[in-house]
């Protein structure tokens, strides 16, 4: 059972390219959801998803958009990195019946 | 008001002594209080969470303090030991705004042998 599975770990991106941070669960949770780890700022959320086809925005989307085509897969993308956009990237999940997220293991991204 | 206020940043305690970090919030309808755990280079993991019908939850070294009325909650770590030493956040939730957890701005623990 892979959990929540996050890929890259590491990128470096050139400001105004783009890219998809891949978020795949196999626990078949609804909920999940993308955070951004700042160092001293905890983790703010960007875009959540509660099914196939829903999703809405957070605390901090500019700069980023989601789909939601499957219950599995949760991409982020980036359109246009810029330096701001450095940061540890998260994506999580939940079921509907608890409220524990399960986290994955991060993408560091740094954007020069 | 949705905000989680964590203290200390950082946090320095000798092995065998107790850890305490403590979170206050604003918003009345939070009624799920996770703690997260996160070791350098990995995701955060739940480490033990609380609903504010209960004053306290216990679990092996782990406990969470709750006081509805001061709106607070704190994480004591008893016996602490160096495999503690980690990231340790609190977090908010409501459970009829979709899940979402609202994060503290977290606290690096170190546990000196």
């Known amino acids: 059972n892979a959990g929540v599975t996050q890929t890259p770990k590491f990128r470096i991106l050139k400001i105004g390219q783009s890219m998809t941070l891949q978020c795949t669960q196999d626990m078949n949770h609804n909920y999940m959801y993308w955070y951004r780890q700042d160092p001293g700022m905890g983790l703010k959320l960007i875009y959540y998803?509660?099914?196939?086809?829903?999703?809405d925005k957070g605390e901090v989307p500019n700069g980023y958009n989601v789909s939601r085509s499957t219950t599995e897969d949760f991409p982020l993308r980036l359109e246009l990195a810029a330096p701001s956009q450095t940061s540890v990237y998260f994506c999580?999940?939940?079921?509907?019946?608890?409220?524990?997220?399960?986290f994955g293991s991060g993408t560091r991204l740094t954007v020069v | 008001q949705q905000q989680v206020k964590q203290s200390p940043q950082s946090l320095i305690v000798q092995k065998g002594g107790i850890s305490i970090i403590n979170c206050a919030y604003e918003n009345t309808a939070f009624d799920y209080f996770p703690w997260y755990q996160q070791f350098p280079g990995k995701g955060p993991a739940l480490l033990i969470a609380?609903?504010?019908?209960?004053s306290e939850k216990k679990e092996g070294r782990f406990t969470i303090s709750f006081n509805k009325s001061a709106k607070q909650f704190s994480l004591h770590i008893m016996d602490s030991q160096p495999g503690d030493s980690a990231t340790y956040f609190c977090?908010?939730?409501?459970?009829?705004?979709?899940?979402?957890?609202?994060f503290g701005q977290g606290t690096t623990l170190q546990v000196k042998p």
């Open positions: 609380i609903r504010p019908d209960v």
């Open positions: 999580a999940s939940k079921t509907n019946a608890n409220y524990g997220y399960t």
């Open positions: 977090a908010a939730s409501m459970s009829s705004n979709t899940g979402k957890l609202i």
């Open positions: 998803s509660v099914g196939a086809g829903i999703t």
